[in-house]
């Protein structure tokens, strides 16, 4: 897996060089995040390749896995809201007329696409 992302980015390590006659290297790394906070331990020598001081790099990775944690539990929140609206305005249609219940769908639908 990681291959095929690499393999993805690497056409664009020439248009990186074009833009500075300085740049005569360029390394395409992965930098997996598990959805579930996991950390991938080859992600610790990248951080060391950027320059992070050996003092920071545990302190990173639980930041970098407490964010991709924080971003699934949004994930998960938003669509718990979505399905219940959804079935509160379905329920509601249950005792409406049929323009009451398509109007209570569609804004529901359009709530949920902003």
């Not at 690499?6 to 500075?20: G, I």
């Not at 998960?76 to 323009?99: L, M, P, Q």
Request: glycine share 6%; hydrophobic share 35%.
């Amino acid at each position: 897996m990681e291959f095929c992302k690499r393999a993805k980015y690497l056409p664009f390590t020439s248009a990186a060089k074009d833009l500075d006659p300085f740049i005569r290297t360029i390394r395409v790394w992965g930098f997996p995040k598990g959805a579930r906070g996991k950390w991938h331990k080859p992600n610790t020598n990248f951080l060391r390749t950027l320059g992070v001081p050996e003092s920071r790099l545990e302190n990173m990775a639980k930041q970098f896995s407490m964010r991709a944690l924080f971003g699934t539990l949004q994930t998960c929140k938003s669509f718990n809201r979505s399905v219940s609206a959804k079935t509160a305005a379905e329920d509601s249609c249950d005792s409406s007329s049929a323009e009451d219940c398509e109007g209570a769908v569609a804004q529901t639908r359009l709530r949920d696409h902003r």
